[in-house]
């Protein structure tokens, strides 16, 4: 498959990379590692990074002519299902490639890069960078840290359960490659500033206990109070993620009147399963589900609650 997308890559002048709506540092980084690989090694090529939404540490959201996505390849990065493609005029391009690593069968491209097991969308393109199929080709220091960035982005500097041998393998070949300085490329990723950091804690004390099951219900009226955005809240979920006691923990977001709901547990619970009854979906120890009432929200968080006081599997 890796060739398949390497001679795609080759057949085409234009190529239109895009990510998810709402991106986070795996779906940039990724992206920016892609257009970068590729302007490395054919530099007569045009690569754009669509999208509208912005990431907060870095961004890149080019303009795309739809004239430009009909006679592009697009390649769909970290984007689950069709409808999260930050830009639905992606499918009008000529052609598309999805690489990603989510659980979800919707093989929405000419070629579907998609492995599960992978930690980030990161690890699967650094793991395809790095494959004999790839060879002679240049991989840049730059690639390297986007790359680096991405991985650790997502698993919270290797901290998640979908981290593998493998990720901490091919994480450790970039940075080799780019001779990356890990600690500061951590603190860039990781370190909040100090009105973030002051935001963090005043969400942190909306932290609800039931159980061994932790949530924060954030209403538009504690966004606008707390002068914080949607994506900047929810990446909190990582601090109540800290918390020994708890097995299942979650932040659910008013969003026009409805929740858009993350999830996360420790190892033995599986969570996207009760995500999917709501119409979400992801991994086992990381899933969420959008637009749920307040009835839902409520039902949703009864199950995860009971679910909690389980032994873990
Ligand atoms: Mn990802």
Known sequence: MYTEILNKIKEYDDIAIFRHQRPDGDAMFSALALAQFINDNFPDKTVKVGGEDKFDLVSRN????????????????????????????????????????HPINDDYGIINLVDAKASACSEVLAAMFLSKDFKGLDLSAKVCEYLYCGIISDTINFRTTNVTAETLSIASKL?????????????????????????????????????????????????????????????????????????IWSIAIENEGLFDVSVRSKRGHTINTVCSQYGGGGHKNAAAAKKLSRNDLKKMYKTLEKMSENEEI
């Open 175 to 247: 940075v080799k490659r780019g001779d990356l300085k890990i600690a500061e490329l951590v603190e860039y990723i990781m370190d909040k500033d100090i009105e973030a950091y002051v935001r963090s804690t005043k969400i942190r004390n909306l932290l609800k206990i039931k159980s061994k099951f932790g949530y924060i219900i954030l209403k538009e009226t504690d966004l606008k109070k707390l002068n914080i955005s949607q994506a900047e809240a929810k990446t909190n979920i990582d601090e109540i993620g800290k918390i020994k006691d708890l097995q």
């Open 62 to 101: 080019d303009d795309l002519s739809l004239a430009y996505i009909k006679r592009s390849l697009a390649i769909v990065l970290d984007t689950s299902t069709s409808e999260r493609i930050d830009d639905e005029r992606a499918l009008k391009a000529k052609q598309l490639i999805k690489i990603d690593h």
